[in-house]
T-cell receptor
Framework: DTGVSQDPRHKITKRGQNVTFRCDPI?????LYWYRQTLGQGPEFLTY????????KSRLLSDRFSAERPKGSFSTLEIQRTEQGDSAMYLC???????????FGEGSRLTVL | AQSVTQPDIHITVSEGASLELRCNYS??????LFWYVQSPGQGLQLLLK??????LVQGIKGFEAEFKRSQSSFNLRKPSVHWSDAAEYFC???????????FGGGTRVLVKP
């Protein structure tokens, strides 16, 4: 399967710990996006990359959040000093160009205790 | 700021019956419009999209949607639902064709045998 893959699928952590999620996009896609989805809500845009450049960050992305895409391939999303409000599904998506169809991964569910 | 409203949180429909999911958006110009489906344990999948042209758009799995500028609506329809259509459906808009989507809150569809 050559779709978007995310790891881990589920992470349980204690408040104050750091967590990192990884996303592997579809190989020929130059754009990579992170979205967050809380229970009962639609996904919310967090940030996106074109190749290795992070072009935009939502105001939802506090200073505790950092995303990287070092070689323009996979991406990581790190959350430092997690809070209970960070509990959500973190979705990664990729596309070929800015108007290409977005392909979403299955998400990484974070539970902060 | 643009917003997307899906007035129906839950819809229950009998298998074989028709389905219509409502979506209204708030934005000055005509944005790019999308419908996604999210099945349990699966990533969001694009059903259809509207960029311009014919206001009736055909998608996958027998779905169609109609853009009505006067009503700022983009309702999704299917003439005859199958049990496999049970899922959550999200309407989304993109104001600048950059795949930075604003999603509605979703409508969960239950299919009765």
């Amino acid at each position: 399967d050559t779709g978007v893959s995310q790891d881990p699928r589920h992470k349980i952590t204690k408040r104050g710990q750091n967590v990192t999620f990884r996303c592997d996009p579809i190989s020929e896609h130059n754009r990579l996006y992170w979205y967050r989805q809380t229970l009962g809500q639609g996904p919310e845009f967090l940030t996106y990359f074109q190749n290795e450049a992070q072009l935009e960050k939502s105001r939802l992305l506090s200073d505790r959040f950092s995303a990287e895409r070092p070689k323009g391939s996979f991406s990581t999303l790190e959350i430092q000093r997690t809070e209970q409000g960070d509990s959500a599904m973190y979705l990664c998506a990729s596309s070929r160009g800015e108007t290409g169809e977005l392909f979403f991964g299955e998400g990484s569910r974070l539970t902060v205790l | 700021a643009q917003s997307v409203t899906q007035p129906d949180i839950h819809i229950t429909v009998s298998e074989g019956a028709s389905l219509e999911l409502r979506c209204n958006y708030s934005y000055g110009a005509t944005p790019y419009l999308f419908w996604y489906v999210q099945s349990p344990g699966q990533g969001l999948q694009l059903l259809l999209k509207y960029f311009s042209g014919d206001t009736l758009v055909q998608g996958i799995k027998g779905f169609e949607a109609e853009f009505k500028r006067s009503q700022s609506s983009f309702n999704l329809r299917k003439p005859s639902v199958h049990w496999s259509d049970a899922a959550e459906y999200f309407c989304a808009v993109d104001e600048a064709a950059g795949n930075k989507l604003t999603f509605g809150g979703g409508t969960r569809v239950l299919v009765k045998p």
